[in-house]
């Protein structure tokens, strides 16, 4: 807690903002965990965000059952309404829908194959966002992802898909803010060329859409690399990243995935082999001092404001 009172001027919740934790039964809702994390937010003057209220994962079983046999509208508007509608006023900004693109499912238009796009089709993302507004004017109401911000496989065309949609939005008067980027880096298979990125975010730019940096960390797949060194690519992963980011003068937020390598969801026992045994994607290390990484963010920040 008092890390993160002296780091964050916003907190984001990992979980306790999902569905299968705010609706684990049919109409019966538990908003504890997330009830606490705002009051805690404002009580120490911060600002909180919402995440998600759309998403492929983190559904609870019964609204999975519900959507493959008779999809309802009211199983997204309503619960949208409910949740969105209960904090107005409190929370400044939704990930409304999160990661409604996978290009490699095949479709021309680039989006996923979920659940959600099995029962409403392509408007699913509309009404998202068209009841989110309405349940709270005055919240920003962003479109959160990943896989674009470096060069692979399918990167070229995951920016592509993104942008088509977000320009199909706007033209649509849907009210959408900001483009969410979460920005799980990895500079070894996912490198980043400034020039690519640049060009992706100009596009968004010009859309009048506003960009946040949503869940920033960075992977290190590679086995035997000393602390040290994990530190300092994760630095200078960072500031190569943030450096292109803040250059367009439209990012309003960055927000870390985790504030200390301790919690990281990379650190779980199921995730820690996977990406490279004990990772340091953080600003602060286990006992919660600041790391080259911080100072990197530190960095890009005050040679943007100048």
């Known amino acids: 807690m008092e890390a993160v009172r002296r780091e964050c001027s916003c907190i984001v919740a990992e979980y306790q903002s999902k569905r299968h934790v705010l ?15 705002v009051a805690f937010a404002h009580k120490n003057k911060m600002k909180f965000r919402g995440h998600t209220l759309v998403w492929h994962a983190a559904n609870p079983a019964w609204l999975v059952a519900e959507l493959n046999d008779v999809p309802k509208e009211g199983g997204l508007t309503e619960y949208i309404a409910k949740v969105v509608g209960r904090y107005r006023g409190r929370v400044h900004s939704w990930d409304v829908v999160n990661e409604a693109i ?17 029962a ?29 911000e470096g060069v692979w496989k399918y990167g070229d065309a995951w920016r592509s898909s993104t942008i088509e949609m977000l320009a199909g939005m706007k033209a649509r008067g849907v009210p959408i803010h900001a483009y969410g980027m979460q920005a799980h880096l990895d ?16 596009e968004i730019k010009d859309l009048g859409l506003r ?5 920033l960390d960075v992977r290190d797949f590679k086995l035997g690399r000393s602390v040290e060194e994990k530190n300092r690519i994760a630095a200078e992963t960072t500031k190569l990243f943030l450096d292109v980011v803040l250059s367009l003068s439209v990012t309003d937020e960055i927000l870390t995935w985790g ?8 650190n779980d026992s199921k995730n820690a082999p996977f990406y490279g045994g004990i990772p340091s994607p953080l600003p602060l290390d286990w006992k919660m ?10 960095k890009s920040i005050a040679v943007k404001t100048k």
Do not use: C
């Open 120 to 148: 409403f089709g392509t408007s699913y993302i509309d009404m998202a966002f068209h009841a989110a507004h309405e349940a709270d004017p005055n919240a920003s109401l962003v479109y959160n992802d990943y896989n674009t």
């Open 102 to 118: 996978n290009p490699a499912d095949g479709r021309s238009d680039g989006l996923r194959e979920s659940i959600w796009l099995k």
């Open 289 to 298: 001092v600041r790391k080259p990484m911080w100072y990197a963010i530190a």
């Open 259 to 266: 504030l200390s390598d301790k919690y990281s969801w990379l």
């Open 23 to 37: 609706e684990p039964s049919r109409g019966m809702f538990d908003f504890e965990g997330m009830d606490r994390l």
């Open 187 to 202: 500079p070894n298979d996912r490198p980043i060329d400034p020039k690519v990125l640049a060009n992706f975010l100009q």
């Open 211 to 215: 960009i946040q940096v949503t869940e």
